[in-house]
């Protein structure tokens, strides 16, 4: 049962223009999101989070969009460099002491064209 | 490097060996997180530990795996009789966390652990 989902293995994208990725999320009870990038024999770098409360953060060129009631996100990255190629993770966390646990969608890979 | 550092980056095992992967946190934090990614997969959630105590280890296989986390030294996640598998990446990450405030997990560069 996937409670988060990553449904675009891959993304293409012009240098300069946005990249938007997506995820969807199936638990309620989920209260803060974030998006990780990972390049290859690296572990994922963290980027950007939000919380439930909120419906928008901004860092840079990176901002995160949160609709709870169609219990998506997307990571919106304006403009796109060719150092953007990675595949970006979206993961979610519960709420409670000891509901740390991330829960990660499966990925999807962002290729930034020159 | 104060950043999440997990040793060795590569591991071999035969089947039936034990495998032991090593996680320092950052400095100050005092939470850490194993997970596990399979190949063309996410990650996934193991176990959460503090210091001495394992909090949530309910993503750990019931069997051959633990985890600790001593009052010093780095935290351990520990495979017994490996099988083929176990052949994964192992991440650690690690958090600073003041009650309920959101702090994210920073993350080591992983394991790569693979079993002949």
């Known amino acids: 049962d996937q409670q988060v989902k990553q449904n675009s293995p891959s993304l293409s994208v012009q240098e300069g223009r946005i990249s938007i990725l997506n995820c969807d999320y199936t638990?309620?009870?989920?209260?803060?999101f974030l998006w990780y990038k990972k390049y290859p024999a690296e572990g994922p770098t963290f980027l950007i989070s939000?919380?439930?409360?909120?419906d928008k953060n901004e860092d840079g060129r990176f901002t995160v969009f949160l609709n709870k009631s169609a219990k998506h996100l997307s990571l919106h990255i304006v403009p796109s460099q060719p150092g953007d190629s990675a595949v970006y993770f979206c993961?979610?966390?519960?709420?409670?002491?000891?509901?740390?646990?991330?829960?990660f969608g499966s990925g999807t890979q962002l290729t930034v064209l020159p | 490097n104060a950043g999440v550092m997990q040793n060795p980056r590569h591991l071999v095992r035969r089947r039936g060996q034990e495998a032991r992967l090593r996680c320092s946190p950052m400095?100050?934090?005092?939470?850490v997180y194993w997970y596990r990614q399979l190949p063309e997969e996410g990650l996934k959630f193991m176990v959460y530990?503090?210091?001495?105590?394992?909090?949530?280890e309910s993503g750990m296989p019931k069997e051959r795996f633990s985890a600790e986390f001593p009052k010093e030294g780095p935290s351990i996640l520990r495979i017994q009789q490996v099988v083929r598998g176990d052949s994964a990446a192992y991440f650690c990450?690690?958090?600073?966390?003041?009650?309920?405030?959101?702090?994210?997990?920073?993350f080591g560069d992983g394991t790569r652990l693979s079993i002949l």
């Open positions: 990450a690690s958090s600073f966390d003041r009650g309920h405030s959101n702090q994210p997990q920073h």
């Open positions: 638990n309620s009870m989920f209260d803060y």
């Open positions: 939000i919380s439930s409360i909120k």
């Open positions: 993961a979610a966390r519960g709420m409670g002491g000891s509901a740390r646990q991330l829960t």
């Open positions: 400095k100050g934090h005092s939470h």
């Open positions: 530990l503090q210091k001495e105590n394992i909090i949530d």
